[in-house]
């Protein structure tokens, strides 16, 4: 196919320039967004243990329930039954009191103890695999979500546009270099060879996450339009008036709304009730989850229940939605993954570090592309613009791996020291991104990855070493069953970036002396920006 230079020439720069402002947010939003893929087992994971007794079986959750109400009446407002407690959720009754704004609540838990007396205590959730995901939505800036949200849907609306301009960049040599990997002297032609691979490859995947970005972004925006555009007097609602329970009629027991709920919605596996009174009667909800069907929450699926007859109202579940509403659920089942099960979480957690590997493969090429070459004895000042893009990459990237390595290492400790966990995962992360970003700068690109390699490795292996710990019953760690999983990932991950560690080593030794990933540790002398 042949297309015109000058073409090419302007959407390779679009393809590059955008790269370049959005490339690093793109590596943080794809490196977290793969890690958030297994939420669930990282939750249960971080979960610190509970004083409470073993949760009672769910024939005794409505006896928990009204010992619970009768002492804490605040509860009434929203309580939850849990139907299989977890290493996550260990109690089988949960209860949410507001604390200060629309969105401030405090979660209390509860069981009977040995002697059958009320058991409750303030749950204390692990927030760090929350702190990832925010990282993954907000593409790692620290601001908050009014702020960073409206960037990250600009950023993704720029990678559309580079997605789009890179392929058509690629179209003349499609058939060429589609299948290419050169690899030899020209590491400029090698890493092109995998940028593109990498890009050609996973372009529809990309494509996906892109658009899918800039929707949850805009989410608000766009119904503001299509209220203006569509219904300017507002939307006028056909809902059938609701009926109010006989009088005198009694909640189900949640072994019979369990059972009732089975029947509805065969393939349906119930996780939980939750329950609120509103206008003298109490209406439900059930929660779950149809692995045949994609979900728009990542791990589960929730809608209307009546309490008092076991009734299930689908309309708000995948696989019984109306045309409209399955195409809004298919937009989060593509983003999420929250499909097909494991094989696709495994799939979609690959895709997301090989995006993250194309915009480092990315920042690399502009580097090595503004490379000025040794024509003499004398080794040329490189351009310090190249220089800067070069310990940027480095300490972003790798100060990202490190940091979430650093804050889910402190995971399995920070209970038993501190009251505020949030602020301390949150506060852990940005301290060895920053502290990772300034070192780049101070050794330079070359030896600032091979240390910052070694550092993520540390703080990868420190993720097994802390559940280990908490096994021997060291300072105040702990560890319960079902933390291998994580524990196994993080340890297979040592030796690969170990190994990154040491191919980047012996690229600065043996590589181009006039690089800037040569053994350097300061901007090049004489250097410019141009």
């Given at each position: 196919?042949?297309?015109?230079s ?6 390779k ?27 669930k ?7 610190p ?24 009446p ?15 959720q260990?109690?089988?009754?949960y209860?949410?009191e ?11 838990a ?5 002697d059958?007396?009320l058991?409750?205590e303030?749950?204390?959730?692990a927030?760090?695999?929350q702190?990832?995901d925010?990282l993954h ?8 979500d ?7 849907g ?16 690629l179209l ?18 090698m ?5 593109n ?6 372009l529809?995947?990309?494509?996906v996450i ?21 219904y ?11 009926e109010d ?12 709304l ?35 069907h ?5 791990l589960?699926?929730?809608?209307h ?20 509403n ?29 995006g ?8 690399l ?5 503004r ?19 070069g ?19 402190a ?14 995962h949150?506060?852990?992360y ?11 700068f ?11 390699l070694?550092a ?5 292996l ?7 710990a ?16 994580v ?14 560690a ?14 800037i990933w ?13």
């Amino acid at each position: 196919m042949k297309i015109r230079s000058d073409i090419i020439k302007v959407y390779k720069d679009v393809h590059i320039w955008i790269g370049i402002v959005s490339g690093l947010m793109l590596f943080i939003a794809f490196y977290a967004g793969s890690i958030t893929m297994f939420e669930k087992p990282l939750e249960r994971w971080a979960a610190p243990p509970s004083a409470l007794a073993a949760a009672p079986s769910l024939q005794q959750a409505d006896a928990l329930v009204e010992a619970v109400l009768a002492e804490h009446p605040k509860a009434a407002s929203r309580y939850f039954i849990s139907v299989k407690p977890g290493a996550d959720q260990t109690a089988r009754v949960y209860w949410q009191e507001r604390t200060g704004g629309r969105r401030q609540f405090k979660e209390f838990a509860a069981s009977f103890g040995a002697d059958g007396s009320l058991q409750v205590e303030q749950t204390r959730k692990a927030p760090v695999a929350q702190l990832v995901d925010t990282l993954h939505q907000l593409v790692g800036l620290p601001f908050a979500d009014a702020i960073s949200r409206p960037i990250m849907g600009v950023v993704a609306l720029a990678y559309a546009v580079a997605l789009i301009s890179g392929l058509i960049v690629l179209l003349p040599t499609l058939t060429k270099d589609m299948f290419a990997l050169r690899v030899g002297k020209n590491i400029k032609r090698m890493w092109l060879d995998a940028h593109n691979a990498l890009g050609l490859f996973s372009l529809p995947f990309h494509l996906v996450i892109a658009l899918t970005s800039v929707v949850f972004a805009f989410h608000d925006q766009f119904y503001d339009a299509q209220d203006a555009a569509v219904y300017p007097t507002g939307i006028e609602w056909s809902e059938e008036p609701h009926e109010d329970p006989p009088v005198g009629a009694k909640l189900l027991p949640a072994a019979e709304l369990l059972r009732r709920v089975a029947v509805q919605l065969p393939g349906f596996e119930v996780q939980s009730f939750g329950f609120q009174r509103k206008d003298g009667h109490v209406e439900a909800t059930v929660t779950g989850l149809d692995v045949r069907h994609g979900t728009r929450a990542r791990l589960y699926a929730s809608t209307h229940l009546d309490p008092y007859s076991g009734q299930v109202d689908p309309h708000d579940l995948p696989g019984h939605m109306d045309g409209w509403n399955e195409s809004v659920n298919a937009f989060f089942m593509l983003h999420f993954g929250s499909f097909g099960g494991n094989p696709v979480r495994w799939l979609y957690l690959l895709m997301g570090l090989a995006g993250a590997a194309l915009f480092y493969t990315g920042n690399l090429l502009w580097v090595e592309s503004r490379r000025r070459k040794r024509k003499g004895p004398e080794t040329p000042a490189q351009k310090l613009s190249g220089w800067v893009l070069g310990c940027l990459t480095v300490g972003v990237s790798l100060g990202c791996v490190a940091g979430i390595s650093a804050s889910l290492a402190a995971t399995k400790w920070l209970p038993a020291l501190v009251d505020d966990l949030k602020a301390w995962h949150t506060g852990i992360y940005y301290a060895v991104f920053v502290v990772a970003i300034a070192w780049a700068f101070l050794r330079g690109a070359s030896r600032g990855a091979v240390e910052l390699l070694w550092a993520s490795a540390v703080f990868t292996l420190a993720i097994p070493l802390s559940s280990l710990a908490g096994v021997w019953g060291i300072g105040g760690a702990w560890s319960h069953a079902g933390s291998w999983p994580v524990d196994v990932t993080a340890l297979l991950s040592v030796p690969v970036m170990l190994y990154i560690a040491h191919r980047t080593q012996r690229r600065m030794q043996q590589g181009h002396s006039d690089s800037i990933w040569a053994q350097t540790t300061t901007a090049p002398a004489g250097s410019t920006l141009a």
